[in-house]
């Protein structure tokens, strides 16, 4: 396609050559007009490009720390501007005025800041409203799933981990049909989605659920079913006695890749309610999932309720949210258990402050306790060393 857009211009050109040729000018006159017909034909299609095409990005930048070393939101004793630090870039390009090509590239603090495609996807919207998608995207479990990435679009500093961290993916490779049905003042938009993806060598396949959102622009209520099929090994990083270093006399620690559990064509189910209230002033978003899996993987319960409050530039908000495995007494092995087993609550108070039109600063307390007889659902936390953990966040978001 490129080098046919390229040669168009010269091909006119040619075409238009015999009249040139058969005017009384002089060569240099020819030249300069066929120069300028080829330029002026170039920059059209140039700019008829760059109208199609469109880019923005977003970034996050954190300051995390504990009073211990849990590990909730990545946090520890230690300062930690990596784990909610992020930068992303996305490109969208008309192909058509109903077709589209979307790019989004990430990077992370928590990921070693390497770049990696979160959305890579075609869509298309049919003369009927009917929107379809295919490529990478996001998977649509969550209020906020669509822009998970953008702290910016978010009243909190991070959407509460005791519900959104329950799934360990947050892409697939598949595709989704949407449609909006309008009414007078409202919108309901029917989606489906479906397709297959992999987290930490578990091939999560068969992937397929609908939601339903409406809105009025005031309220949102919004539903949503997944089911999907795991098979693989769960591992953990664990660290083990490696001896004494002979040249220090110190202990070595060594971090090994340990099989915890083999699952085998397990099926796991996902069901979610949502809802928000925003009338511009006042802010309340609540939302509740379900997850159930075959064998051993644990079943869960976990829900949120946030409310907000805007005073000029401020929005001062706190939150009440939860996590509980449903099925402890299905592990009987006690190391299983230990990994598995988990709860929690968690409260937040916090305040954002939009500085700019792009740009806001969040600050954030969060308190996470009532872990129970379990490690509160951290993987740093089996020995059940911590019963609760605060963490301390500053945090800006801008988008440009």
């Known amino acids: 396609m490129k080098f046919n857009l390229k040669a168009l211009p010269l091909a006119i050109s040619v075409a238009m050559l015999p009249a040139y040729v058969a005017a009384e000018e002089t060569s240099e006159e020819k030249i300069a007009k066929l120069e ?105 479990l969550f209020m906020y799933s669509d822009y998970l990435d953008v702290g910016y679009a978010q009243p909190f500093v991070r959407p509460p981990s005791e519900v959104y961290d329950a799934v360990p993916f947050t892409s697939y490779t598949g595709g989704d049909a949407s449609y909006d049905i309008e009414f007078d003042d409202s919108t309901l938009t029917i989606q489906a989605f479906g397709g297959q993806s992999e987290d930490s060598g578990i091939d999560i396949g068969n992937i397929f659920g609908a939601n339903v959102n409406w809105t009025d622009l005031t309220w949102t209520l919004r539903a949503v079913y997944g089911q999907a099929t795991l098979d693989g090994t769960v591992t953990r990083q664990m660290s083990v006695d490696g001896g004494t270093d002979p040249s220090t006399g110190l202990p070595i620690s060594i971090d090994v890749t340990v099989d915890i559990l083999d699952i085998n064509d397990a099926t796991g189910t996902f069901v979610g309610l949502g809802g928000s209230y925003d009338n511009g002033s006042f802010l309340a978003i609540a939302e509740w999932t379900r997850i159930e899996t075959d064998e051993e993987y644990p079943d869960s319960d976990a829900g949120y309720v946030t409310l907000g409050y805007r005073i000029n530039a401020f929005t001062p908000y706190v939150t009440a949210s939860y996590y509980e495995t449903k099925d402890n007494d299905v592990r009987t092995n006690p190391v299983h258990a230990a990994i598995f087993n988990g709860e929690r609550t968690a409260y937040s108070a916090g305040v954002r402050w939009d500085a700019m039109d792009n740009l806001a600063l969040k600050f954030d307390v969060t308190h996470a306790t009532d872990f129970g007889d379990t490690s509160g659902g951290f993987d740093t936390n089996i020995a059940q060393e911590f019963d609760d953990t605060t963490v301390y966040t500053v945090q800006f978001d801008v988008v440009f």
Request: negative net charge.
């Open 36 to 140: 300028q017909q080829v330029q002026s034909l170039q920059a059209s299609q140039n700019a008829s490009l760059t109208e199609r095409f469109s880019f923005n990005g977003f970034m996050t930048g954190a300051y995390i720390s504990s009073d211990n070393n849990t590990g909730y939101a990545g946090a520890t004793t230690s300062a930690n501007f990596d784990d909610g630090s992020k930068f992303g870039l996305q490109g969208t390009f008309a192909i058509t005025d109903q077709t589209q090509a979307v790019m989004q590239l990430m990077m992370k603090g928590s990921n070693d800041w390497e770049v990696e495609a979160e959305w890579a996807y075609i869509s298309h919207r049919f003369e009927n409203g009917l929107q379809a998608r295919a490529g990478k995207l996001r998977v649509p």
